[in-house]
Each structure stands twice: as structure tokens, then as C-alpha cells.
């Protein structure tokens, strides 16, 4: 994973200083609003989201987040006998964000780079099924994450995004759509 979030910044790096000498990178201000949407990979299954974004200040970004994991189904085996185990997840956060792009003077403005923390609860329910017994049980545990991405608006209100996240309950890269308002 530090793999591919390195790739994934040196990329955003790169293309961002080769298309605009004289450009600056975004900056949300105060009073900026915006949707954001999309689908993912991670280790626990595939992530659908919906979050929105507030400007409170230059460059800083909160909003709300929540998620859904559609999880795999794992085959495993310990001391001679296998079970299969599936896992899915709603999860509820709340995030911060810094948009570190306008301190880098040749980015163009349509390239939003940004880097924050997430707070929340991650719903999880587990099915075991090893042909003799199935048990099927849920838990709760709080979602502590940080988060990288990058953002390119395509149009004056649309966006295309990538983040890659870490933390306690899920890790991964997450795709999709802005909408600013």
C-alpha cells in the first residue's frame, strides 16, 4: 500500500507541474460546498461512498462521509477444517482535510491536491460458515483513518477523484465523482 501511495502522488506531482508554469493549484475557501461519490478497493471488499465537503477557512475542508462494503467471501482453514467468511460494513464518519495544492505554484487550478484525518464508527456484520455450523454476528468499532487524494475538475462544477486511506478499518483506494456547488 505505501507502494501505491507513493506512485499515486509522484503521478499527481508530476502531471500537475508539467501543465501550467504559471498556474496555482487549488484552494477551497470559506462557503465552499461540495458532493463526492464513488467506488473502491480495499482489503475487506468493495467500497461504495457519498461524502460532502465545507470550507471553513483557506484550504481547509470538513464534511461528512458514509460508506458501505460490499465484503468477500474469504475461504480459510485452520487446524484441519475450512470455513468461509464474508464481511460487510456501514460506516459513519467525519473528516478533515488540507488543500496543500496553491503551495505549489506551477499546478494548474483545476488539480485540488489534499491530505487529511477521518473520525467515525464502522458497523460491520460477519457470516462464518464452516459446513457444520453457521454463526453470523455483528460489531462496532470506531473508524480512525488518514487519507490522501487528488482531485481534477473537469468542468467549472465537476470533478474527478482518487484517494488512497488507511487506518483501523479500512485501507484502500476509493474513485469516483465531485460535484461543486
Request: hydrophobic share 35%.
Amino acid at each position: 500500500m505505501k507502494n501505491l501511495f507513493k506512485k499515486f502522488f509522484l503521478i499527481a506531482l508530476v502531471s500537475g507541474l508539467g501543465l501550467g508554469a504559471q498556474a496555482q493549484g487549488f484552494e477551497p475557501g470559506p462557503g465552499f460546498k461540495q458532493a463526492n461519490f464513488g467506488v473502491g478497493v480495499g482489503g475487506w471488499g468493495i467500497p461504495i461512498y457519498g461524502s460532502f465537503d465545507f470550507g471553513i477557512s483557506d484550504k481547509i475542508t470538513i464534511g461528512p462521509r458514509i460508506g458501505f462494503t460490499f465484503g468477500y467471501g474469504d475461504d480459510y482453514y485452520y487446524t484441519g477444517s475450512s470455513y468461509n467468511q464474508n464481511r460487510t460494513s456501514f460506516d459513519v464518519s467525519f473528516r478533515g482535510d488540507y488543500h496543500y495544492g496553491s503551495h505549489i505554484p506551477a499546478l494548474p487550478e483545476q488539480l485540488d491536491l489534499y491530505g487529511g484525518v477521518s473520525l467515525g464508527a464502522s458497523f460491520r456484520r460477519y457470516n462464518y460458515d464452516n459446513n457444520t455450523y453457521f454463526k453470523d454476528y455483528t460489531e462496532t468499532d470506531p473508524i480512525v483513518a488518514v487519507q490522501a487524494g487528488a482531485r481534477w475538475y473537469f468542468t467549472e462544477n465537476w470533478g474527478a477523484n482518487a484517494e488512497v486511506s488507511g487506518g483501523y478499518t479500512f485501507t484502500g483506494l476509493t474513485i469516483g465523482l465531485s460535484y461543486m456547488f
